[in-house]
């Protein structure tokens, strides 16, 4: 390894970036309980006696296996016990205490003994980095917290009650293949993307794994993914290089050994006050894997593709370079996130391509010049409120920067209250799209709470500071040869001040939407364009999209995928690899893509592939630990997302080929009822939105069978025929949802008030009398908002005397 690689792989394991796989080679070492561990050779023969199998079996532990397990042996063990007795309560070697004292991300392993377990529980417990959460490959879902790391037997485990639940013979491996559980597609994903150190495995007689390897690795990154092996042919070598591997020569023990002597000196530049580098406090763990300094990460990795005058979303580089102009909102926004109140959260909004992030990373450097260091969220990680109080208790100079804040605005809330209730400091600045702020401002309704808009209109200023900075890097384009007066003409009067409108014809007449768009039309082939579509979704949905699941939505092996985003090709130009992620150039494009060039019936088959390709990633304990794969379905699901992309003539085809996938699922219902019921589809929508509280009785689900039946009994004409029972009986629903409901949650409410005033205009209209119950449920429901906190919110309020004025006009 170049010295380069080991300085990014020793930052990115101080962040718990890597994930560990271990071979079978890496349990050689340890002893069980009938001496030392075999290696498969070793063990088929060994196997091969005791169940008194005929002939030599040179060693072929699969095809040992397979008969064994119709078998049993002199002591009239069978093939689980025999395993049992030989794999497991084993003792790990002493250089097993090195690999519990790095962060890993994940641990997978393809062996079946415990000597990991033990490693971390019993015998080297004061030296683990990480609480072990041990699982096998048939185990549900566990989503770690930021100080626990999952094991993953992908073989299972020699405490296994199945045979089936032991891949060694060929039947097992296409048996682990086809089965629903979700561990060896987060794996398979997992590797592509994240950064790898492989310990004991040759990568030569695993069925599973060489199925997964041979696809190859995408470089998202400096980071290096790594085999490590005593002896490494120059075969080996060139067969590990060509799979995105760099070969290492040396033991386990001596690399991780090497690995842990180097830590003190990084995990001192990540935590300047630690006072003892070698021993990490959990908190500090939790917290680096979490958030990441913003000043030490895109400048040391450049991309040669990246034009941030093309429209390109910026990096730290480019603020570093000082290719941003001058916004006055930026010292405004300084001001108001370093302001003298304790706990204080700022929120960006405004349209696409106003510019929120260049404004975010210009005050971020300016934060840096003033002995503050800022945060920016990994979108992937769920922050741990106590690792974040903690760190914030020791490094009150921090600022946390979130974007897409609405994904964990309810946690960074409680968070903000608990650093309220113990004095900590506590300074957030949030970004967020226009249609998702209403979500973060209602989280934070408790808190100091700025609202900055961030304006698409350039003043005077502003534009004068932007020409002096083109002028100043030579990117002045159509107007560089025009006197002074032009140029602001160009800006002021051509273009109406809009920054976008002038930045996307400045260099090329064709702007940067018509770029995109011609960019598309030239790409090669179909997978291509899947790859450019499945990214452009997720973008529009706020995320990037994991290099697994785009190849595994588009059929595409990394390796091919890899060179295309790194060579010439055209998808390079509009596709950006950041942290594992693939991104437009810019984020904006996303939505307009899908809206303006790609036909309803390519998004049908990209959406319907990315909702199967994370179905098997979902779990209630996904749902509840609010994991990136749930966020991403979550959003994907919406029905009103789908009727733009899809068109609603398809809604129904799509919710149906996904039923399978996500029959356990509430949400799937309720998404699929709420479709339904809109376009006039009121039967199997109220069947739907029944089967959503059968599978989850909450808030969500009462609210969406309320929904539906208001609208089935409206258009039978239930005003009409004076049918009161119909919207009392909804009305209960929507009772029993305001109380199972959050305390701020207007969703009830609005409900109710929207249908019943619909309904009562109905009733007036047919020249009938508003039954008395309907008017004392909404004289009780209204005096329920009187008490409520949830006219914390202007929109919520604003609405609700909307209400009101129409009901006592009405009345």
Same mark, same amino acid.
């Given at each position: 390894?170049?010295?380069?690689?080991?300085?990014?792989?020793?930052?990115?394991?101080?962040?718990?970036?890597?994930?560990?796989?271990?071979?079978?080679?890496?349990?050689?070492?340890?002893?069980?309980?009938?001496?030392?561990?075999?290696?498969?050779?070793?063990?088929?023969?060994?196997?091969? %006696?005791?169940?008194?199998?005929?002939?030599?079996?040179?060693?072929?532990?699969?095809?040992?296996?397979?008969?064994?397990?119709?078998?049993?042996?002199?002591? *009239?063990?069978?093939?689980?016990?025999?395993?049992?007795?030989?794999?497991?309560?084993?003792?790990?070697?002493?250089?097993?205490?090195?690999?519990?004292?790095?962060?890993?991300?994940?641990?997978?392993?393809?062996?079946?003994?415990?000597?990991?377990?033990?490693?971390?529980?019993?015998?080297?417990?004061?030296?683990?980095?990480?609480?072990?959460?041990?699982?096998?490959?048939?185990?549900?879902?566990?989503?770690?917290?930021?100080?626990?790391?999952?094991?993953?037997?992908?073989?299972?485990?020699?405490?296994?009650?199945?045979?089936?639940? !032991?891949?060694?013979?060929?039947?097992?491996?296409?048996?682990?293949?086809?089965?629903?559980?979700?561990?060896?597609?987060?794996?398979?994903?997992?590797?592509?993307? $994240? @950064?790898?150190?492989?310990?004991?495995?040759?990568?030569?007689?695993?069925?599973?794994?060489?199925?997964?390897?041979? #696809?190859?690795?995408?470089?998202?990154?400096?980071?290096?993914?790594?085999?490590?092996?005593?002896?490494?042919?120059?075969?080996?070598?060139?067969?590990?290089?060509?799979?995105?591997?760099?070969?290492?020569?040396?033991? =386990?023990?001596?690399?991780?050994? #090497?690995?842990?002597?180097?830590?003190?000196?990084?995990?001192?530049?990540?935590?300047?006050?630690?006072?003892?580098?070698?021993?990490?406090? @959990?908190?500090?763990?939790?917290?680096?894997?979490?958030?990441?300094?913003?000043?030490?990460?895109?400048?040391?990795?450049?991309?040669?593709?990246?034009?941030?005058?093309?429209?390109?979303?910026?990096?730290? +580089?480019?603020?570093?370079?000082?290719?941003?102009?001058? /916004?006055? !909102?930026?010292?405004?926004?300084?001001?108001?996130?370093? +302001?003298?109140?304790?706990? #204080?959260?700022?929120?960006?909004?405004?349209?696409?391509?106003?510019?929120?992030?260049?404004?975010?990373?210009?005050?971020?450097?300016?934060?840096?010049?003033?002995?503050?260091?800022?945060?920016?969220?990994?979108?992937? /990680?769920?922050?741990?409120?106590?690792? %974040?109080?903690?760190?914030?208790?020791?490094?009150?100079? %921090?600022?946390?920067?979130?974007?897409?804040?609405?994904?964990?605005?309810?946690?960074?809330?409680?968070?903000?209250?608990?650093?309220?209730?113990?004095?900590?400091?506590?300074?957030?600045?949030?970004?967020?799209?226009?249609?998702?702020?209403?979500?973060?401002?209602?989280?934070?309704?408790?808190?100091?709470?700025?609202?900055?808009?961030?304006?698409?209109?350039?003043?005077?200023?502003?534009?004068?500071?932007?020409?002096?900075?083109?002028?100043?890097?030579?990117?002045?384009?159509?107007?560089?040869?025009?006197?002074?007066?032009?140029?602001?003409?160009?800006?002021?009067?051509?273009?109406?001040?809009?920054?976008?409108?002038?930045?996307?014809?400045?260099?090329?007449?064709?702007?940067?939407?018509?770029?995109?768009?011609?960019?598309?039309?030239?790409?090669? +082939?179909?997978?291509?364009?899947?790859?450019?579509?499945?990214?452009?979704?997720?973008?529009?949905?706020?995320?990037?999209?994991?290099?697994?699941?785009?190849? +595994?939505?588009?059929?595409?092996?990394?390796?091919?995928?890899?060179?295309?985003?790194?060579?010439?090709?055209?998808?390079?130009?509009?596709?950006?690899?950041?942290?594992?992620?693939?991104?437009?150039?810019?984020?904006?494009?996303?939505?307009?893509?899908?809206?303006?060039?790609?036909?309803?019936?390519?998004?049908?088959?990209? $959406?319907?592939?990315?909702?199967?390709?994370?179905?098997?990633?979902?779990?209630?304990? =996904?749902?509840?630990?609010?994991?990136?794969?749930?966020?991403?379905?979550?959003?994907?699901?919406?029905?009103?997302?789908?009727?733009?992309?899809?068109?609603?003539?398809?809604?129904?085809?799509?919710?149906?080929?996904?039923?399978?996938?996500?029959?356990?699922?509430? /949400?799937?219902?309720?998404?699929?009822?709420?479709?339904?019921?809109?376009?006039?589809?009121?039967?199997?929508?109220?069947?739907?939105?029944?089967?959503?509280?059968?599978?989850?009785?909450?808030?969500?689900?009462?609210?969406?069978?309320? &929904?539906?039946?208001?609208?089935?009994?409206?258009?039978?004409?239930?005003?009409?025929?004076?049918?009161?029972?119909?919207?009392?009986?909804?009305?209960?629903? !929507?009772?029993?949802?305001?109380?199972?409901?959050?305390?701020?949650?207007?969703?009830?409410?609005?409900?109710?008030?929207?249908? &019943?005033?619909?309904?009562?205009?109905?009733?007036?209209?047919?020249? !009938?009398?508003?039954? /008395?119950?309907?008017?004392?449920?909404? *004289?009780?429901?209204?005096?329920?908002?009187?008490?409520?906190?949830? %006219?914390?919110?202007?929109?919520?309020?604003?609405?609700?005397?909307?209400?009101?004025?129409?009901?006592?006009?009405?009345?």
């Amino acid at each position: 390894m170049s010295v380069e690689q080991w300085d990014s792989m020793m930052r990115a394991i101080t962040e718990s970036r890597y994930q560990l796989l271990l071979g079978a080679g890496a349990s050689l070492d340890s002893e069980g309980p009938l001496g030392q561990l075999p290696g498969g050779w070793d063990l088929a023969q060994e196997m091969a %006696t005791a169940f008194s199998l005929p002939g030599d079996p040179r060693g072929n532990l699969r095809q040992v296996f397979a008969m064994a397990k119709s078998r049993v042996t002199a002591d *009239n063990q069978n093939v689980l016990a025999y395993m049992a007795d030989r794999f497991a309560n084993c003792t790990a070697p002493l250089w097993y205490a090195d690999l519990v004292s790095i962060p890993w991300r994940y641990i997978w392993s393809l062996n079946i003994d415990d000597s990991v377990e033990n490693a971390y529980n019993t015998q080297f417990p004061d030296h683990t980095a990480k609480e072990l959460v041990s699982v096998s490959w048939t185990d549900s879902h566990r989503v770690p917290s930021g100080n626990q790391v999952v094991l993953v037997h992908l073989h299972g485990v020699a405490w296994a009650k199945k045979t089936d639940d !032991l891949v060694f013979d060929i039947s097992s491996y296409l048996y682990a293949a086809t089965q629903g559980h979700s561990w060896h597609n987060i794996f398979a994903d997992s590797y592509l993307e $994240t @950064p790898t150190i492989i310990l004991g495995a040759s990568l030569k007689d695993e069925i599973d794994l060489e199925n997964v390897l041979e #696809k190859g690795r995408v470089q998202g990154g400096s980071e290096p993914s790594l085999i490590v092996m005593p002896e490494i042919g120059d075969f080996d070598k060139a067969r590990f290089r060509e799979r995105g591997l760099i070969p290492v020569e040396a033991t =386990a023990e001596e690399f991780l050994a #090497k690995v842990r002597a180097s830590w003190p000196e990084y995990f001192q530049q990540a935590d300047v006050s630690a006072d003892n580098p070698s021993r990490i406090n @959990p908190n500090v763990l939790s917290f680096l894997s979490q958030w990441h300094p913003v000043h030490t990460g895109d400048e040391f990795h450049v991309d040669d593709r990246h034009d941030f005058y093309a429209g390109h979303e910026p990096m730290y +580089s480019d603020i570093l370079r000082d290719l941003d102009s001058d /916004r006055l !909102l930026a010292d405004s926004v300084l001001r108001e996130a370093t +302001s003298d109140e304790q706990q #204080k959260v700022v929120c960006l909004t405004g349209s696409a391509f106003t510019g929120k992030s260049t404004l975010v990373l210009r005050v971020a450097k300016k934060l840096v010049e003033q002995n503050w260091t800022p945060y920016l969220l990994d979108p992937e /990680r769920r922050p741990s409120q106590e690792a %974040t109080l903690w760190w914030l208790r020791q490094h009150p100079r %921090t600022l946390l920067i979130v974007e897409g804040a609405a994904d964990f605005a309810s946690d960074l809330a409680d968070a903000a209250l608990r650093a309220k209730e113990r004095s900590i400091p506590f300074k957030l600045l949030a970004v967020e799209r226009r249609s998702r702020a209403r979500e973060v401002r209602r989280s934070f309704a408790a808190v100091n709470f700025t609202d900055v808009e961030v304006p698409d209109k350039l003043n005077d200023i502003e534009i004068e500071a932007l020409i002096r900075q083109l002028k100043g890097h030579g990117r002045l384009g159509i107007v560089a040869d025009a006197g002074h007066t032009e140029q602001v003409k160009y800006f002021k009067q051509e273009h109406g001040r809009n920054l976008f409108s002038a930045m996307s014809s400045l260099e090329e007449a064709d702007g940067f939407r018509n770029r995109v768009r011609t960019g598309y039309s030239r790409l090669r +082939s179909e997978t291509e364009r899947a790859v450019f579509q499945a990214v452009c979704i997720t973008s529009a949905l706020g995320y990037g999209l994991p290099i697994g699941a785009a190849a +595994s939505v588009c059929g595409l092996p990394a390796s091919e995928l890899n060179s295309l985003l790194h060579s010439e090709s055209v998808l390079a130009d509009f596709i950006r690899v950041a942290r594992g992620r693939l991104h437009p150039r810019h984020r904006a494009f996303g939505s307009y893509m899908l809206e303006k060039s790609f036909s309803k019936q390519e998004n049908f088959a990209v $959406t319907l592939n990315l909702a199967q390709h994370y179905g098997m990633q979902i779990s209630r304990e =996904a749902i509840a630990s609010r994991t990136f794969a749930y966020r991403m379905v979550r959003q994907l699901l919406d029905h009103e997302v789908l009727a733009v992309w899809l068109g609603v003539e398809r809604l129904d085809a799509w919710y149906e080929a996904l039923q399978e996938t996500y029959a356990w699922n509430a /949400r799937y219902w309720e998404q699929r009822a709420l479709g339904a019921s809109k376009r006039g589809r009121h039967a199997p929508a109220s069947s739907w939105a029944l089967q959503a509280i059968a599978q989850y009785r909450d808030a969500f689900a009462l609210n969406t069978l309320a &929904t539906v039946l208001f609208r089935r009994y409206l258009a039978e004409g239930g005003p009409e025929e004076g049918r009161t029972e119909d919207l009392l009986e909804v009305a209960a629903y !929507l009772e029993e949802a305001r109380a199972m409901a959050a305390e701020d949650s207007e969703y009830p409410y609005i409900t109710f008030f929207k249908y &019943t005033l619909n309904w009562a205009e109905r009733v007036k209209k047919a020249n !009938l009398p508003i039954d /008395r119950r309907i008017h004392r449920r909404w *004289n009780d429901w209204m005096h329920l908002v009187d008490i409520s906190t949830i %006219t914390r919110s202007p929109e919520v309020r604003d609405q609700l005397q909307s209400f009101r004025r129409k009901w006592l006009l009405l009345a």
